[in-house]
């Protein structure tokens, strides 16, 4: 079992920048599979940008692209989400979550919210 925990969002201004942290606990995450996914009110979930437990691949929705940098710090059991340029489209509650096999778990999301 895993247990994941998102932090940093909050209300900013369109050109400014976040930084969303997951911790994990409950189990190392460094076999996992991490992505970050977010959903905007009326919208379905959305995948953002995932990594594999190699750092190797990358992945990012083409809209945010450029803009935001997945990064995983396996020793400290964390996943992080940079996020500049951040645009009014980007408001949503973002999720971590963690993948192995046919086992996913999810955090309860923090809430991001650009201002025009």
């Known amino acids: 079992q895993v247990q994941l925990e998102e932090s940093g969002g909050g209300l900013v201004q369109a050109g400014d920048s976040l930084r969303l942290s997951c911790a994990a606990s409950?189990?190392?995450?460094?076999?996992?599979?991490m992505g970050w996914y977010r959903q905007a009110p009326g919208k379905e979930r959305e995948p953002v940008a995932t990594?594999?437990?190699?750092?190797?691949?990358?992945y990012y929705q083409d809209s945010v692209k450029g803009r935001f940098t997945i990064s995983r710090d396996n020793a400290k059991n964390t996943v992080h989400l940079q996020m500049n340029s951040l645009k009014p489209e980007d408001t949503a509650i973002y999720y971590c979550?963690?993948?192995?096999?046919?086992?996913?778990?999810w955090g309860q999301g923090t809430q991001v919210t650009v201002s025009s």
């Open positions: 979550k963690a993948s192995y096999w046919t086992y996913n778990y």
């Open positions: 409950g189990r190392s995450i460094s076999g996992y599979h």
């Open positions: 990594i594999t437990p190699s750092d190797k691949e990358v």
